[in-house]
């Protein structure tokens, strides 16, 4: 039985560890700060579902130290889990643990990806996965109405792409993934599948990301607001009536009358003593209006400026806006949902109730307005022009605070799209059917299957949203004399589990580069070696099941290629 230990008390680790005890029927041992506290209850009640006995161990401590992996058994474990949200912890932690267990495998949660890639640089059997890096394109592609493709790296820098089939080039479609209105994934007839796998190549399949014009009037715009347009309009209905007045009473032409109007009323008015009683009343009203005017116009054009600068120092939406998207929480997940969207050219407003949250420099790096306020409060969303938008995205932590701001932005408009970050599968379904939410999303959901597969030593390069299932992108290299270790590439793909996208191999010191066959059509009768990488999609249990059979023996026996298939005579036609 494989042993994993999990450090942390979060969602993620909640959902990891379920994930580790039922795919994997692994034992785990859990390294909380508080027994009582976090999620460590909730923890301490997972059962696999065939075995009701089956629990995790759980260990409090406050800080890691030598003592609590000892403590742990973490010499017998197969790899060890940091899934605190601090960087720097994690790293710490796992330090601690290696001069333990010098070998034992460490998957690091990270949301910095640049010092990710240098931990795995200097640490031997180390992974290191964002959990927020794996869930926004999720989100995103929610956010667009699931029409965003998802591009996924290989390790030999090729890119695959999971997108419509109808926006896909026929010629570069590798594989089927999902008939997404029946929620089947990995059909056996790849031929129905509206959701397929890519090749990207220089001409990409999707539509290129849309550029975002801003208004050339944008200040002017913020700056002649309506207060300041309403006290505008009245003026001028004033002067335009004084100037009827003089033109009637003074029998001067038009231009002449408005130009005594306006220095009468703005300018003030030198008394004429021998003028006509009507004459006199019009200048007396004109003086009158003009001296209370003058200081109206003052004040309301010093607060419009002093706003608007405000506004512009804060970041804050200076423009009207409209088709734009809503992140409401700044934290890990919204900052890489907000940086997708802006890559993509789609317009962004930020919200978020801490000016200290990460997102908020990030959004104003980026030149996106950010709304620093109470979500749900409907002045907040009401300022981020949520009645406008296209869509509304809730991803703080809160699923409380998630669904207020749902239906408060229903409640300003009743159209609109509304994706959600909630954790609890069925409570998620719920609303989405008792208040008409498009989506709702559940970061571990999406994260720990990648971390779980982790682990046990898959390198999961992505994972594709369908629904809310999830399909995992791996790169699984063939153990030498494991059981497919000769067999063709065809046999490697099973309909709903397992589907084989390319084979990868390359000798290095021998001087030859890495080499990609894409499969199994097109090399039906190529099989497969200890040298080669395979590149499939699955579901968590048909990689479970794949990586068994993928597993390398000590002392294998020198591999022997199977002879080559009989050639297939043509049969004449009747």
């Known amino acids: 039985m494989r042993k994993f230990v999990v450090w942390g008390d979060n969602a993620l680790a909640r959902r990891l560890v379920g994930e580790l005890i039922n795919t994997y029927s692994a034992q785990v ?75 034992v495998r460490v998957v690091l949660r990270m949301f910095n990806t640049r010092l990710g890639a240098g931990i795995v640089e200097r640490l031997s059997n180390c992974s290191v996965l964002s959990a927020s890096e794996i869930a926004a394109p999720a989100f995103v592609a929610a956010a667009l109405g699931d029409s965003n493709p998802t591009t996924i790296r290989l390790s030999d820098g090729q ?16 594989c089927g993934l999902a008939i997404t209105a029946e929620n089947e994934t990995l059909p056996a007839d790849e031929e129905r599948a509206d959701l397929v796998l890519t090749s990207v190549y220089g001409n990409r399949d999707a539509e290129p990301p849309r550029p975002r014009h801003r208004h050339p009037m944008r200040l002017s715009r913020l700056l002649i607001g309506g207060g300041l ?7 001028a209905g004033v002067l335009a009536l004084g100037t009827i007045a003089v033109a009637a009473v003074r029998h001067v032409g038009a231009w002449k009358a408005l130009y005594l109007a306006v220095l009468t009323a703005l300018g003030g008015a030198n008394p004429q003593e021998d003028a006509p009683v009507l004459s006199q009343a019009v200048d007396v009203v004109l003086v009158v209006v003009g001296v209370a005017v003058i200081p109206a116009i003052t004040a309301a054009v010093v607060g419009i400026v002093v706003k608007a600068r405000l506004a512009i120092a804060a970041g804050g939406l200076t423009e009207p806006l409209s088709g734009h998207v ?25 919200v978020d109730r801490d000016e ?29 022009s949520v009645a406008t938008a296209r869509c509304l995205v809730v991803v703080t932590t809160a699923d409380v605070t998630n669904l207020e701001a749902a239906l408060i932005g229903r409640n300003l408009h009743t159209s609109l799209r509304v994706v959600l970050r909630l954790f609890e599968e069925e409570f998620a379904q719920r609303i989405k059917t008792a208040f008409d ?3 709702s999303r559940s970061v571990s959901y999406l994260a720990a299957p990648a971390f779980a597969a982790s682990m046990v030593g898959s390198e999961v390069i992505d994972t594709i949203p369908v629904g809310r299932r999830v399909l995992l992108v791996a790169e699984v290299p063939v153990g030498a004399g494991s059981q497919l270790e000769g067999q063709y590439f065809r046999a490697v793909s099973e309909p709903g589990l397992v589907r084989l996208v390319a084979v990868q191999t390359g000798r290095a010191g021998l001087g030859v580069g890495v ?8 090399n039906r009768w190529r099989t497969l ?24 023996i000590e002392n294998p026996p020198p591999f022997q290629p199977p002879s080559a298939p009989p050639l297939l005579t043509p049969q004449p036609r009747r």
């Open 29 to 103: 041992t859990v390294i909380v700060p508080d027994l009582t506290a976090g999620q460590a209850p909730e923890i301490a009640e997972i059962r696999a579902d065939d075995d009701p006995l089956s629990r995790p161990v759980l260990i409090e401590a406050r800080r890691p130290s030598r003592a609590v992996f000892e403590t742990a058994d973490l010499t017998d474990a197969d790899a060890i889990a940091f899934l605190d949200t601090d960087d720097v912890a994690n790293v710490d932690a796992a330090l601690i643990a290696r001069e333990v267990d010098p070998s």
């Open 159 to 174: 890119q695959l792409m999971a997108l419509d089939r109808a926006a896909a080039n026929p010629g570069n479609v590798r």
């Open 229 to 235: 347009r309403r006290i505008l309009a009245s003026i």
């Open 326 to 350: 809503v992140v409401v929480g700044l934290g890990n997940v919204g900052t890489r949902v907000l940086r997708e969207l802006n890559d993509l050219g789609i317009d962004v407003v930020a």
């Open 356 to 384: 200290r949250a990460r997102g908020v420099q990030v959004a104003r790096d980026l030149g996106l307005p950010v709304i620093i306020g109470d979500v749900t409060n409907p002045d907040t969303l009401t300022a981020a």
């Open 437 to 439: 939410i498009n989506l």
């Open 515 to 522: 080499q990609t066959f894409w499969a199994p059509e097109q």
């Open 529 to 552: 070696d200890r040298t080669h990488t395979m590149v499939v999609v699955a579901t968590r249990a048909g990689l479970v099941a794949l990586l068994e059979r993928a597993a390398g």
